[in-house]
């Protein structure tokens, strides 16, 4: 991707039930705010395309090299289809490469949340790509997270989705909670390989503080998580997925067809990688993670352009108001000095696992990273948690367990 593509990103804070351990900026009971919500979107949308400051991308009103829309949430696919179209539509109609075919279009919808219907009309308005929280395979455990749907509606999601053409599909998994073994993994990642998505998104739990979770786990209902167990579910899953053919290209992150790379914990040379990436990794969010700029439409939703971090009011009722009377949404802006930009660059590039291409570091910032961080990546190496050669650096295997100690150091 150049610097001069940009993502866009759609929050939609609908939800239909609170899951326990989240704590998104994300409501149940909500939806008679989502009408004037998507209105207020839709008028941010048209504002920023013609924002002056924006005149780098934006060509005759319109942006001139989008990389992927991305509508996520909260559940987006709660809102009603008009209200989707209408968003779809404002994004669609201010993008002028919008004939390209590699422009990826995201969807994130929960299981019962969109019927064949619905998901066939989302395809019509050219959404290409799905992602359905599946999150487990086992009804107990969804209960239990109050996620409000159960495995049998996951599987009619995923399979009304490929009846209407859905041909790139992620599933969102979770491990580490304190009511799930080993084998409990093990299940939900059998029973989700036998639908054979193009991609998984697994993510370890975090307890947030105020949660539902939290609570029950500080009351003694269930124990914290188990960080030897966590690591041990990563493996297993790094396995199980490896072994049905998922590459993993970044620490969360699994697609289907594209060459393997293996983790070497030793100076081994790596394999060519300027083979073709595979178009089933996420386009839109490895724009975060090689950290290129993007644009965030809606409550709370983050931006990142020309240097600058800045995101907008987090209350819906505040940010429908804001915009109604005409009002900037954005609530907070942040200079990112180039050294963070550096720092920040390095350590999401880290997250791949092809790590940083040191000459695509010195083509963006002119600077040798190898000089630069020296110290840090001598530390990191002689602790196996990085992998440096004359052409990148990323972390190994070990490196992808206990990223944090990684990341901290790079900081500035
Ligand atoms: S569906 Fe997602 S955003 Fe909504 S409450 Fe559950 S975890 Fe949070």
């Not at 009309?121 to 239990?144: E, H, M, P, W």
């Not at 599933?171 to 998505?197: M, S």
């Not at 992150?253 to 393997?260: I, L, T, V």
Request: net charge negative; with cysteine.
């Amino acid at each position: 991707m150049s610097h001069n593509e940009i993502a866009l990103f759609v929050f939609t804070p609908f939800c239909k039930i609170k899951c326990t351990y989240c704590d998104f900026n994300a409501y149940a009971h909500l939806s008679r705010w989502m009408v004037p919500y998507t209105d207020a979107v839709i008028q941010e949308i048209r504002r920023s395309a013609a924002c002056p400051e924006r005149s780098r991308r934006v060509i005759g009103g319109r942006w001139s090299n989008v990389r992927s829309i991305y509508l996520g949430g909260g559940t987006p696919s709660l809102l009603p289809i008009e209200c989707l179209e209408k968003i779809l539509r404002a994004c669609q109609s201010l993008i002028s490469n919008l004939q390209s075919p590699s422009i990826e279009i995201t969807i994130e919808a929960n299981p019962g949340t969109a019927d064949e219907d619905k998901l066939r009309a989302l395809r019509a308005l050219g959404v290409n790509r799905l992602s359905i929280g599946a999150q487990v395979f086992d009804d107990a455990t969804l209960r239990r997270l109050n996620r409000g749907h159960t495995v049998a509606d996951t599987l009619e999601t995923y399979a009304c989705a490929r009846r209407v053409g859905f041909d790139n599909i992620n599933l969102d998994l979770i491990y580490g909670l304190p009511f799930q073994t080993l084998d409990d993994l093990r299940t939900t990642l059998e029973r989700a390989l036998v639908l054979a998505p193009e991609h998984f998104s697994l993510y370890a739990l975090k307890v947030e503080e105020g949660t539902g979770l939290a609570h029950q786990i500080a009351r003694g209902k269930y124990p914290p998580p188990d960080d030897e167990l966590m690591a041990t579910m990563y493996e297993t899953a790094e396995e199980m997925l490896d072994a049905a053919g998922y590459a993993q290209y970044e620490i969360s992150n699994w697609a289907r067809g594209e060459q393997r790379l293996e983790i070497r914990d030793s100076q081994s040379p790596i394999p060519n990688l300027q083979s073709p990436i595979s178009n089933l990794q996420s386009q839109h969010n490895l724009t975060y993670w090689r950290n290129e700029p993007y644009l965030g439409f809606g409550a709370g939703a983050h931006s990142y352009l020309d240097g600058e971090r800045f995101w907008n009011v987090a209350s819906p009722l505040e940010y429908i108001q804001r915009i109604e009377r005409g009002e900037s949404v954005v609530a907070g802006r942040e200079t990112i000095s180039r050294e963070l930009e550096m720092a920040e660059t390095l350590l999401l590039g880290l997250r791949l696992n092809v790590g940083v291409a040191f000459a695509d570091f010195y083509a963006r910032f002119g600077e040798d990273a190898r000089a630069r961080y020296a110290q840090q990546f001598e530390q990191a190496r002689a602790l196996g948690l990085l992998e440096v050669t004359d052409e990148r650096v990323r972390l190994t295997r070990r490196g992808r367990l206990l990223s944090n100690q990684v990341f901290w150091r790079l900081l500035p």
